[in-house]
C-alpha cells in the first residue's frame, strides 16, 4: 500500500461516519480532525493537503469531509479490511484514468507481475525496474483494460482499429474512451515493435508470470525478466518522450583522434 493509503486511511475510516472541524495542532506540520462524538485525531499538514488535491476530502475553511470519491474509496477500504484475511492478496491504492481525470481506486497489487518486479532489487541493491518503465507497464494494462481489448484478444488482435474488421462489439459499440484506448495499445505496440511486444502482451495485459512465459515460448529460465525489462525501456520512451530527450541532452559527444591531434578552433 503505497503513503498516501498507509497514512489516509485512518482518516477516510474516522471521515466516513460524518464531517470534522479542522482545528490547530500543538506540534508544527500537523492539524487536528474534530467530530465531538468520534473524539480527535492529527494528520500532517501535507498528507491532507495531498487527499484534498486527489479529491478525496472537500475541505472549507474550518470544516473538512468526504467528497463522493472518498467515500466510495473509503467503502473499498473497509472491504479490503474483511479481505485482507484472504491469502495471497495484497491491496493498494493505484491512479487511473477515467473520462473526469485520474481517480484513486484499490487493487490487488500482487495479480500485477510488474507489481512484484518493481520490488525486485539488483545485486547492486537497486529497483530492478525504474520508475518510468513501471509506469510505462501500467499504462499499457489501463489502456489495454479501458479500450475492452480482453474479450477479443487472439491471432486478429492487431488488426487496425480504425478499419473496424472487428466481429461483434466493433467500433459502431465503442465509447470514445474505448476506442481512444484501442488506439493508444495500437500505437504503443507499433513502437515497440513485433520482436518485443508479445512479452508486454503476456506479462502487463494477460498477466501471466514469467515461468509461464518462459514455458510457453521455450526460453531459458529466468531470462523473461530481461526481456521485458528492454521491452519496457522501448515503450517507456515511446509514452514518455520528453524524459527520455532530457536524459539524451546531458549526454556529451567524445571526439576520438590521433596522438597528436589537437581541435581547431572553428571546431572541425
Not at 39 to 44: M, P, V, Y
Not at 58 to 86: C, F, P, T, V, Y
Not at 95 to 122: C, H, W, Y
Amino acid at each position: 500500500m503505497d503513503e498516501l493509503a498507509q497514512s489516509g486511511a485512518r482518516v477516510l475510516h474516522f471521515l466516513s461516519k460524518g464531517p470534522a472541524s479542522i482545528c490547530p495542532a500543538s506540534r508544527a506540520g500537523e492539524t487536528l480532525l474534530e467530530a465531538q462524538e468520534r473524539g480527535t485525531i492529527s494528520l500532517d499538514e501535507e498528507i491532507l493537503d495531498r487527499m484534498v488535491a486527489r479529491g478525496l476530502l472537500l475541505r472549507s475553511s474550518d470544516h473538512i469531509s468526504l467528497s463522493q470519491q472518498g467515500n466510495e474509496l473509503a467503502r473499498q477500504l473497509n472491504a479490503a479490511k474483511r479481505a485482507a484475511a484472504s491469502p495471497g492478496m495484497e491491496i493498494g491504492t493505484v491512479a487511473i484514468e477515467t473520462d473526469g481525470g485520474f481517480r484513486s481506486v484499490l487493487a490487488n497489487l500482487s495479480e500485477s507481475p510488474l507489481a512484484q518486479l518493481v520490488r525486485m532489487k539488483t545485486k547492486a541493491g537497486k529497483p530492478f525496474l525504474s520508475t518510468r518503465e513501471f509506469d510505462a507497464g501500467e499504462r499499457l494494462r489501463s489502456d489495454y483494460t479501458r479500450g475492452q481489448l480482453m474479450p477479443r484478444m487472439g491471432a486478429n488482435w492487431i488488426a487496425s482499429v480504425a478499419s473496424g474488421r472487428r466481429a461483434g462489439g466493433g467500433v459502431a459499440e465503442l465509447t470514445d474512451a474505448a476506442l481512444s484506448a484501442r488506439l493508444r495499445v495500437e500505437g504503443a505496440i507499433s513502437s515497440v515493435g513485433p520482436e518485443l511486444s508479445g512479452v508486454l502482451l503476456d506479462i502487463c495485459c494477460f498477466l501471466k508470470g514469467l515461468e509461464q512465459v518462459e514455458m510457453e515460448r521455450g526460453w531459458p529460465v529466468r531470462s523473461a525478466k530481461v526481456v521485458l525489462k528492454t521491452a519496457l525501456g522501448v515503450l517507456a520512451r515511446h509514452y514518455f518522450p520528453e524524459r527520455a530527450a532530457n536524459n539524451g541532452s546531458q549526454r556529451k559527444m567524445l571526439h576520438w583522434g590521433s596522438q597528436d591531434y589537437r581541435p581547431s578552433l572553428s571546431g572541425q
